[in-house]
């Protein structure tokens, strides 16, 4: 008897010995998502040595730093970007495949998340939910795993990008709405308590008539064109140079300008931040004894990227600040959930093209420029016109053109009895020969199996049947799809646009630089892997195993006798 119950004794030291061994980290009780709108992989480069040591630095030092992580898809903008971060799926699969698309159907815009059946909570607008979004999100099999008692919070200025992270699951989605952070009927039907507590707290009012100063040290702009370039845009009010006041249109009191202003300097993510940080007190994330999931989407950076463009003094400074925003967050975790008890993931939705004026200054009979939309799709036109005789009166061949996709008018092709088909080979060649545009594609090609180019690779994971047009075109680099002279945007499949940080942070990460192939596609099926979630619905991206601590593949051994 004595023996036997050594025996199970020892039995039990060792099978304790073997789970203790088999788990060698702990369970984050909070995963924290964070996006930030627009920021190119490389401003952790260029900014890197103006950091402080606890906001990047800490993330790229102490966990783990992909550097070679882009989307692999051709639209790379807000939508679509925050669809694939959570959902390890591109917009072939998710739907996503642009902030909006025009539906035949009912020939209107149809935006990524709205929502006709549902209302705003808190504030005022149109309805707003993830009802086109295709698939499912980490967050909501997290939610599923747990039988709901895991939380799921998603903050941003965006509502897409609150949204899109947040998926169906999502307890709720914030986002602003002039000075409220609202939500949508979709998730409940009246605020908590703690965001009614903000909205009335006068935060969001508080910074009007602020200056935006110029703070960065020399070596932070390194890189930087002049404060006061012509390429500049100084809307709402901020003006091209430091200092910029953030009072909007009217220096007097605040209008809904002031509120974009904000969103224009670092200030709007403060606002976000101060706003996150009340989520996880109110809600407790973290400390339920359950794994939460919080998501944070800063787009004040993206406003202030699309004005200056990423070689400004004012991107320089909104980094910087950015750099301290990420600190603050981080210190705020170590205290409410605790260091070592939460897994942090920084990314972007994507990057951003250089201004073209600055490239054309600096590279002399440079292919760079801004594109007319309308010019290509006059083109086209012309090109129906010379194949097919003119269109039925009062009509025109092509019905639309929207974020490259080009779709053609059904009831011309109808009554004039051509082929679909044709006519999109028609238009993608007059679209291909268009100066600045790179390569169109028929929906015909990007429903055949296999791809001609890496760039049809990517138009394909932008194609999404039944919401795509009928031909999509890319843009040359260096060209982007804007009018005027000032500012910047993003959306072609180029690395500028494409390119960005993927930083992962926590027990159960291996800290180190990593350089092997990665995309944002890979952060769902990572976090599956170390929660032990199942993976979203469609994932096509990896899990990053290379950054993951290894559990000990011989647990046997430490069972005596065994
Ligand atoms: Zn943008």
């Known amino acids: ?59 790229m030092t102490d966990g783990a730093n992909f550097t070679n992580a882009s989307y692999k898809h051709a639209m790379n903008t807000t939508g679509p970007g925050h669809a694939v971060i959570l959902s390890g799926t591109y917009g072939n699969q998710n739907g996503i495949i642009g902030n909006s698309w025009y539906d035949r159907a009912t020939h209107a815009s149809v935006y990524c998340v709205e929502d006709k059946h549902a209302a705003i909570v808190g504030g005022q607008g149109a309805g707003r939910s993830p009802a086109n979004f295709v698939g499912s999100t980490f967050g909501d099999e997290l939610r599923i ?26 307890d709720a989605a914030y986002w602003m709405a002039d000075s409220c952070f609202v939500t949508s009927t979709f998730y409940t039907d009246s605020l908590p308590t703690w965001a009614q507590r903000f909205n009335v707290s006068g935060l969001v009012n508080s910074y009007f008539g602020r200056n935006w100063e110029q703070r960065a040290q020399a070596s932070a702009l390194v890189g930087t064109d002049i404060d006061d370039a012509t390429y500049e845009e100084s809307g709402n009010g901020l003006g091209r140079v430091f200092p910029h006041p953030i009072t909007g249109r009217n220096r007097d009191r605040i209008t809904s300008s002031y509120y974009s202003a904000l969103q224009a300097s670092p200030f709007g993510n403060d606002v976000v931040l101060a706003f996150a940080k009340a989520a996880v007190n109110g809600e407790q994330l973290g400390q339920r004894g359950v794994t939460d999931l919080l998501c944070i989407s800063f787009s004040a950076n993206d406003v202030v990227g699309h004005a200056f463009g990423p070689y400004s003094r004012e991107v320089a400074e909104m980094t910087l600040a950015t750099d301290s925003v990420i600190a603050g967050l981080l210190t705020f975790l170590d205290a409410s959930v605790g260091a070592g008890n939460y897994l942090a993931v920084l990314t972007s939705d994507h990057g951003v093209a250089p201004v073209p004026e600055y490239i054309l200054a600096h590279r002399k009979g440079a292919e760079a420029g801004r594109i007319a939309t309308d010019s290509i799709v006059a083109r086209c036109e012309r090109a129906l016109l010379f194949a097919f005789g003119p269109p039925p009166a009062g009509s025109t061949w092509i019905e639309n053109e929207s974020d490259r996709n080009i779709t053609l008018r059904t009831s011309a092709l109808a009554a004039r009895r051509v082929d679909r088909n044709a006519a999109a080979r028609i238009v993608a060649e007059a679209a291909a020969r268009a100066p600045g545009v790179a390569a169109a594609f028929t929906q015909d090609d990007l429903q055949r199996g296999g791809a001609s180019s890496l760039l049809e690779e990517k138009v394909k994971r932008s194609f999404y049947p039944g919401r795509s047009g009928d031909v999509f075109y890319v843009l040359k680099p260096y060209y982007i799809d804007a009018g005027g002279s000032t500012g910047t945007t993003h959306g072609e499949p180029y690395d500028y646009s494409a390119h960005v940080p993927l930083l992962l942070y926590g027990s159960a990460i291996a800290p180190g630089t990593y350089y092997s192939e990665a995309s944002p596609a890979d952060i769902a099926p990572t976090l599956s892997a170390v929660t032990g979630v199942e993976f979203p619905a469609g994932r096509e991206g990896r899990v990053l195993v290379e950054a993951l601590k290894q559990i000990s593949a011989a647990p046997a051994k430490s069972v005596p006798g065994h």
């Open 1 to 59: 008897m004595k023996r036997q119950h050594l025996l199970s004794a020892f039995f039990l030291i060792g099978l304790a010995a073997s789970i203790a061994w088999t788990q060698p980290f702990k369970e984050p009780r909070l995963v924290v998502v964070v996006s930030i709108d627009q920021f190119p992989f490389e401003y952790l480069v260029r900014f890197g040595g103006a950091f402080g040591t606890g906001g990047f630095r800490r993330l």
């Open 145 to 170: 795993v747990s039988g709901f008692r895991a939380k799921v919070v998603s903050v941003s200025y965006k509502d897409r990008a609150a949204i899109l992270l947040g998926g169906y699951l999502a």
